[in-house]
């Protein structure tokens, strides 16, 4: 298997992308987006605004939603592991959401899958290498070809 893969920065580097965590990923979440931001993205902080208790289905929703309605953007989703966001978000037709823990996963999500959201857990994973991921999904291209194939039977 390819541990590395070359990327191609394109036009779809300077995403628009949706973020969102619960409290057990609001400190994550804050520092991505200042590192997004700090590299051009059109970033949009759904929330929330402080690390109060809130319920990350709802907050999973929220990304999921501006995503159906602008089907070119990304999206990120921070809890304390990752799976609880991921699970919420995968409820929603049209959402393709992968818990990544490494660079492999995040550059694999959006070239085999076509994840359209990356979630990432702050409990698990430091934010250098959340960066690392984060730049890597977002640069990745979907390949296409069997994968669409195998990605289409998602819904039937």
Known sequence: MRQNRTHNHSE?????IYIASDHGGFNLK????????????????LGP???????????????TDALLKNEEALGILVCGTGI????????????????CT?????????????ANIIC???R?????????MVDIFLSTPFEGGRHLRRINLFDK
Do not use: W
């Open 12 to 16: 779809k580097d300077m995403s628009t």
């Open 30 to 45: 804050t520092f991505l987006v200042q590192h997004l931001k700090s590299k051009g993205h059109d970033v949009h902080d």
């Open 49 to 63: 605004a402080d690390p109060a208790s809130c319920d990350y289905p709802l907050k999973a929703r929220d990304v």
């Open 84 to 99: 609880g966001m991921s699970m919420a978000a995968n409820r929603v037709p049209g959402i393709r959401a992968a818990v």
């Open 102 to 114: 490494n660079e492999f996963h995040a550059s694999y999500a959006r070239a085999h899958n076509n």
């Open 120 to 122: 990432l857990g702050e």
């Open 124 to 132: 698990v994973t430091g934010q250098g290498i959340a960066a690392d």
